[in-house]
């Protein structure tokens, strides 16, 4: 989707000041949305964990901070795919506390996390281009999740890297499927995303799925 | 109740609306701001609350889980890491040569955890190069080798300009690059995360690997500046 979230190239942000000692989380409640997205136990990815942060309205997305926008996501979600109800939310005194399950622990935290990746429906995919193939980012603009930025689409840049197979995130975010496939680590001149503005020697690095990208003639 | 914490969300929601509008429209002394942003976090903080609350309830989230969870982001896992990988392609040149082929299993070979089953790539800062690490579309951060990302890190105003205005933002940071560098920038869009080695500090020769660590910081290996000089 043409979200707020797609904000490279954007002018008029201050560039924000670094802090080499800011702590992580500035109120307990960050520490919660955190801690929870990660263990909580959900029928979805991280391809529709991150659509679901992208379809926040965009006024509401620039002035609501960064956990909260998880939170936001969390909820929706939650209640989408029905494990809690609006109600419920509204009043969680009202909800009967099921027989507890036994508590993990483990010295491997990966363990306790719930699954964040799909599995691949297959590691095995053709791959339409080489490295050193000059190519396009193909100028289409889908309503649903996509991980080609705008300011890359009808950019020609040069495969750089052969990254492997991977899900593609467009349908996988939608429930359509894995559909596996290359992705790729492409070079673009900085001078064809940002004409004069940029610097002749700098560039680019955008990783894009073999979907995205078609041959530059 | 039930009633009353339905009507205090209504009531937070309200008030701060109310304080948010009285501070743009210019009546804004810090006070007031401050005391719409307390509301505002309150806010957060019941919904944070009833969400997990429920969710709890439901056996859906276990507790203790998340308690470590919490605690091995927040105080375990952290740039310390990428610190060690760097001073170890300072040391190392052959460890170097892997690092850069493929990340992960050279991170492996140091004992660092969740290195195999994600791709992780290492660019290196050279006299002649000079590489920046963003995630435009959201947050996109090696955790594994760095921790959670910075607050900066996650900013619009980082995410828009760092991939059109590189030189500009690096300069805004304090890091002034002479012309004839070039500078990558590197936008992780896909499940690629990306570390940055910096350069080797000058006046480092015959340093320990511990002591070199130490020169490391979070930020250089994002590339927003570089390796501190020696003491």
């Given at each position: 989707m043409n979200g707020i979230h797609d904000m490279g190239g954007m002018d008029g942000f201050a560039l924000p000041t670094r802090h080499p000692?800011?702590?992580?989380?500035?109120?307990?409640w960050e520490r919660l949305v955190f801690g929870s997205s990660l263990v909580m136990q959900k029928p979805w990815f991280i391809d529709e964990s991150r659509f679901g942060v992208e379809s926040i309205p965009p006024d509401l997305y620039l002035t609501t901070p960064y956990y909260a926008r998880w939170l936001y996501r969390n909820e929706q979600l939650a209640i989408k795919y029905g494990l809690v109800t609006a109600a419920e939310l509204a009043d969680p005194d009202s909800v009967a506390v099921l027989p507890k399950a036994e508590s993990s622990s483990s010295d491997d935290v990966s363990q306790l996390l719930s699954s964040m990746v799909a599995e691949l429906d297959s590691a095995e995919a053709e791959a339409s281009f080489s490295v050193g193939d000059r190519v396009v980012v193909k100028n289409e603009h889908p309503v649903g999740h996509t991980r080609a930025p705008r300011y890359a689409r009808g950019r020609t840049g040069i495969v750089?890297?052969?990254?492997g197979v991977h899900i593609f995130p467009d349908t996988n975010a939608m429930g359509l499927g894995t559909k596996p496939q290359h992705c790729y680590s492409v070079m673009f001149e900085a001078r064809e995303l940002w004409g004069s503005r940029a610097n002749i020697r700098d560039h680019v690095y955008i990783d894009l799925f073999d979907d995205y990208l078609e041959s530059a003639t | 109740m039930s009633n009353k914490k339905v009507s205090r969300r209504r009531f937070l929601a309200e008030t701060s609306a109310a304080a948010s509008a009285a501070t743009v429209a210019g009546a804004g002394i810090p006070s007031q701001a401050a005391a719409a942003d307390e509301i505002v976090q309150s806010d957060y903080s019941l919904r944070a609350k009833a969400l997990v609350s429920v969710l709890t309830k439901k056996n859906l989230i276990d507790p203790a889980a998340m308690d470590q969870v919490i605690d091995y982001y927040e105080n375990k896992v952290g740039p310390h890491i990428g610190a060690r990988l760097v001073a170890r392609s300072w040391v190392d040149p052959a460890f170097r040569q892997r690092l850069l082929d493929d990340a992960g299993p050279a991170a492996a070979e140091l004992?660092?955890?969740?290195?195999?089953n994600s791709a992780f790539r290492a660019v290196a800062n050279t006299p002649a190069v000079h590489n920046l690490v963003v995630c435009t579309l959201c947050s996109c951060y090696p955790w594994p080798l760095l921790g959670l990302p910075p607050t900066w890190y996650k900013d619009a105003g980082y995410r828009a300009r760092a991939v059109i205005d590189p030189r500009d933002v690096l300069s805004e940071f304090g890091l002034q690059l002479e012309q004839d560098v070039e500078v990558r920038v590197w936008d992780s869009t896909a499940e690629i995360r990306y570390i940055v080695i910096p350069e080797r500090p000058a006046g480092t020769e015959g340093m320990t690997e511990e002591a070199l660590a130490a020169l490391v910081t979070r930020d250089s290996m994002i590339g927003a500046e570089r390796a501190k000089a020696p003491a």
């Open positions: 000692e800011a702590p992580h989380f500035h109120y307990p750089q890297r052969d990254q | 004992g660092i955890p969740g290195t195999l």
